[in-house]
């Protein structure tokens, strides 16, 4: 099975043999390929609707046929897998809030997991620090483009993380610079052109909102253009 770029970059991330759950499995894509390529033999797949399963399901039996050891099960966040029953979680095309409130549901039992694979859909900066106040340590990130989208892959750890001193840090993360990933360029001259984009709706207001908004603006598309500079100096 060809995977789209987001999905591919979250296979990527799982080592071979891994015991994986895959929470929202959406049309179970990512579980084919891995059982299909003998990256992981146990998988479980979840969703919390009957309709997305069924189709889940349907592909599986169109894709590998039925002596698979893919268990799927209905139901909420991780209170589908049991303890000690998966060695890698991934969290897929949720909104990062979403995330962090299934992580924080039963926050030992999301501790004791060996291996999170979070692609959050937005509040990615707000998901990250979550994860640094609360026991996880993020050790890897992705940048996969789909689509008009380029989404994040977040790879966290249970462990001891130090906080950031600058926020701008959860939100373009120092791991992505460090290793010059190729899309982070034009992944922060995006947010770069959204804030342009919303200064120049405000700047005819007169407002004290829209003063506010503007301000915020401006000061935000200074610190990304100074994030860029230094990405564009790290060759």
Not at 96 to 113: T, V
Not at 125 to 131: A, F, S, V
């Amino acid at each position: 099975m060809q995977l789209t770029n987001r999905l591919q970059k979250i296979a990527d991330s799982i080592e071979i043999n891994e015991r994986v759950a895959d929470i929202g499995t959406d049309h179970g894509y990512l579980p084919i390929y891995l059982y299909s390529e003998g990256i992981s033999r146990e998988i479980i797949i979840s969703d919390v609707n009957k309709g997305p399963m069924e189709i889940a399901l349907k592909n599986i039996e169109i894709h590998i046929g039925k002596g698979h050891n893919i268990k799927s099960r209905i139901g909420n966040g991780l209170e589908v897998i049991g303890d000690n029953e998966a060695d890698t979680v991934v969290i897929a095309g949720m909104g990062g809030l979403l995330i962090q409130e299934i992580l924080s549901k039963d926050i030992e039992k999301s501790r004791a997991i060996k291996k999170l694979i979070l692609q959050p859909r937005n509040a990615q900066d707000k998901l990250r620090k979550w994860l640094t106040e609360n026991g996880f340590k993020i050790i890897d990130e992705h940048l996969a483009e789909e689509g008009r989208y380029i989404c994040e892959i977040i790879v966290a750890t249970p462990g001891k993380s130090q906080s950031e001193n600058n926020e701008i840090y959860y939100e373009i993360p120092k791991i992505l610079i460090h290793k010059n990933d190729p899309l982070l360029k034009e992944f922060i001259k995006r947010k770069i052109k959204t804030e342009k984009a919303i200064l120049m709706n405000t700047m005819n207001e007169d407002s004290l909102k829209a003063k506010k908004q503007s301000e915020y603006s401006e000061k935000r598309i200074h610190i990304l253009e100074e994030v860029l500079k230094d990405v564009s100096k790290n060759k």
